[in-house]
């Protein structure tokens, strides 16, 4: 009875080679597109941040919050971004909505984008009638 040898044939490195070739490639693909998602993720929650800082510069000044605006950020020296500021009237008497969205200048329609919404108390208007020789009426 011949003996059989125990090392390997070709054949089977061969095939170990291929199949570990095949492994290495999906690993490094899957690596790749982990990667393009963690940069995604990043640029959205820095969009979404600026949105959040430009909504708290722009309620807290209250009296700039009565009209639609937009800009960039050069005076914070960030370059590259835009924001539109629009004011709506809400339902409820002296509350309008504000939404502030932030994104890249000349933005794809796959660029992230942020948005902040919230209210802002708008005061009433009061008006004092003046009676006839120039002081208030009570």
Same mark, same amino acid.
């Given at each position: 009875?011949?003996?059989?040898?125990?090392?390997?044939?070709?054949?089977?490195?061969?095939?170990?080679?291929?199949?570990?070739?095949?492994?290495?490639?999906?690993?490094?693909?899957?690596?790749?597109?982990?990667?393009?998602? =963690?940069?995604?993720?990043?640029?959205?929650?820095?969009?979404?941040?600026?949105?959040?800082?430009? &909504?708290?510069? =722009?309620?807290?000044?209250?009296?700039?919050?009565?009209?639609?605006?937009? @800009?960039?950020?050069?005076?914070?020296?960030?370059?590259? &971004?835009?924001?539109?500021?629009?004011? =709506?009237?809400?339902?409820?008497?002296?509350?309008?909505?504000?939404?502030?969205?932030?994104?890249?200048?000349?933005?794809?329609?796959?660029?992230?984008? @942020?948005?902040? =919404?919230?209210?802002? &108390?708008?005061?009433?208007?009061?008006?004092?009638?003046?009676?006839? @020789?120039?002081?208030?009426?009570?």
């Amino acid at each position: 009875m011949p003996r059989r040898s125990k090392a390997f044939t070709l054949i089977e490195a061969l095939a170990s080679a291929a199949l570990l070739g095949v492994g290495i490639t999906a690993c490094m693909s899957a690596l790749g597109a982990v990667a393009k998602e =963690e940069a995604r993720a990043r640029e959205v929650d820095y969009v979404q941040g600026l949105a959040r800082q430009k &909504y708290d510069e =722009e309620v807290s000044t209250n009296q700039q919050v009565l009209a639609s605006q937009s @800009g960039d950020f050069s005076d914070h020296n960030i370059q590259g &971004y835009t924001w539109n500021l629009d004011v =709506e009237t809400s339902q409820v008497n002296n509350l309008n909505t504000v939404v502030v969205t932030v994104q890249k200048q000349n933005a794809a329609s796959t660029d992230p984008q @942020g948005t902040v =919404e919230g209210l802002i &108390y708008i005061s009433p208007t009061t008006t004092n009638s003046t009676s006839p @020789g120039g002081g208030a009426t009570p």
